[in-house]
Each structure stands twice: as structure tokens, then as C-alpha cells.
């Protein structure tokens, strides 16, 4: 078995590699169509950690032991520690992306990986983040200098970001819902809270809807207003914050739109609800 060996692409593919990626820490970078059963890649352990997703397709992740099939929609995570190869059949085409960084994730948990290795499933919305990500990484390796080399880290950890979110969300759905209700919470001025949410849990609008109605019995709108209006009234039982303060500080530009939305909801004007309480 080979031991610490990257294998280059063929001759003709550029190698990207530049002073930005080497302050990095950028070894190694491809993207594309492949044909791993007419041309497997030899087991190997490799000087960095590869991130490596199926765009189409599937492989097949070889290693010392075992051999796994990777399907579309997947990221593989490998330590430096973890031997492997890629292979599959003849026939068999995939399009994959790949980065090998040589440090260790910079988000705690990524780097405990079961037996060197860890498979992780994507939505779409997530996998177009990737792609996007990928290209960014194209682009900076290519200016050079310092900015770039400081592009490449934060792209770094933004992947490490969305691979720990996709990792929270496999643990099921109820860890799904209970993680988008944690930020409406911590978000009450959020008044975009579909897109939002959409967002920060590369999920669809729809699939985060079916998500709300089935553990709420509510769309995503009508869960953001019920805990934005229980900060509110949560606020005016604060003498020292003005009715304005509250309503800038849940989002609205105008404490008349505010005050429409609370009395809406709770039957009384802040105002009057002030002096009840």
C-alpha cells in the first residue's frame, strides 16, 4: 500500500496551486466527470483531510478493509489517518468535487470521524451551496497573495459550517424542527423567517413548512409571529423600553406597523397591555 501519495489528474487538467493555497493550506483541488473503474485511484493515505461530493453518479469508496458505495448527494470526510482509493465498475460515471485541506476541521466534531471516514448526505439546496463554494475556491486560487489565501479560510469555514449543520439535521426530524425553532427564538426580529430559516437549514420552503405543520400544527409565518409577539409583550413588561425601542428591536421600521400587529394578535394595543400588566 502506498503511504502519503497524492495522485495528480492526468496531464492536460491544470493543477491548482498558487502562494494563496499554499498559506491555506490548499493541497489539492479537482472537480468533474469520472470514470473510477477505468481508472481507479490506489489505496492511500494523503497529508491533508479529503472532501470529496458526488454532484451525480456514485463511486466507490475503497478502503484497507471494506469498500462503500457513495451515492449522489454525498460528502465524503477522510483524516490524513484513514487509507483510500477510489473505484467502480466499467460502466460507471460520477461527477464529483474535491478539496484536500491539510489541517483539521475548523469546526469541533467534523474531525471525530468513525474509523477515519464519514459519509455525509446533502439536501440540494445544501449541494448547490458546495458547488458555489467549489468555484469560489477556483476563483481566489488563481489571484494569489494574501486576501486570496484569507478568501480560501473562510471558504474553508464555510464548508465546515455546512457540513456540521447537514451532520445536526441527520440526527432526525424532531433535531430539525427543535434546531429551527432555537433560532425564531433567538431571531424574534426576523420578518423574513421562511427565507431565512431556508437558509440557515439548506432546506427547502416547502419542506420547512411540511416540517412546522407537522410538529406545530402551523406554517413557519404564524410560528415567527407567536414568539415575536410573546418578546413583545415580554418587552413591555420592561419600564426602561419605549414601545419604538421594542418594535425596532423585533424588526419593524414603524411602531405603528407594530402596534397593528400586536393588538392584531393579542386583542389590545401595547399601550393598554403595558398598563394592564
Keep these: 500500500m502506498t503511504i502519503k501519495a497524492i495522485y495528480p489528474p492526468p496531464a492536460g487538467r491544470p493543477r491548482w496551486s498558487s502562494e494563496a493555497t499554499v498559506a491555506a493550506g490548499l493541497d489539492y483541488l479537482s472537480w468533474g466527470w469520472r470514470e473510477y473503474g477505468r ?27 471494506a469498500k462503500t458505495t457513495i451515492g449522489t448527494g454525498s460528502v465524503v470526510l477522510i483524516s490524513p489517518e484513514c487509507a483510500y482509493g477510489w473505484s467502480g465498475r466499467a460502466s460507471d460515471r460520477c461527477k464529483i468535487l474535491s478539496w484536500i485541506w491539510r489541517d483539521a476541521p475548523a469546526i469541533p466534531g467534523l474531525e471525530r470521524t468513525p474509523q477515519g471516514w464519514s459519509a455525509i448526505s446533502l439536501p440540494p439546496v445544501a449541494l448547490a451551496t458546495l458547488r458555489q463554494l467549489h468555484r469560489e475556491t477556483r476563483s481566489e486560487a488563481t489571484l494569489g497573495g494574501d486576501l486570496a489565501a484569507q478568501a480560501l479560510g473562510t471558504i474553508r469555514t464555510r464548508m465546515d459550517i455546512l457540513l456540521a449543520r447537514a451532520l445536526m439535521l441527520e440526527t432526525g426530524e424532531g433535531s430539525r424542527f427543535r434546531l429551527a425553532w432555537r433560532w425564531l427564538t433567538d431571531h424574534p426580529g426576523e420578518l423574513r423567517p421562511v427565507r431565512a430559516l431556508s437558509d440557515y437549514l439548506q432546506m427547502a420552503p416547502s419542506s420547512l413548512q411540511r416540517l412546522f405543520e407537522k410538529h406545530k400544527g402551523m406554517s413557519v409565518r404564524e410560528a415567527a409571529l407567536a414568539i415575536r409577539m410573546r418578546a413583545a409583550r415580554q418587552g413591555l413588561r420592561n419600564p426602561v423600553l419605549s414601545v419604538k425601542e421594542i418594535a425596532l428591536h423585533l424588526g419593524y421600521a414603524h411602531s405603528g406597523d407594530f402596534t397593528r400587529a400586536y393588538k392584531s394578535f393579542w386583542g389590545k394595543a401595547p399601550s393598554a397591555d403595558r398598563k394592564a400588566g
Design 39 to 65: 481508472h481507479p485511484i490506489p489505496l492511500a493515505r494523503h497529508d491533508g483531510w479529503t472532501y470529496q461530493a458526488v454532484l451525480a453518479g456514485t463511486v466507490c469508496l475503497q478502503l484497507e478493509n
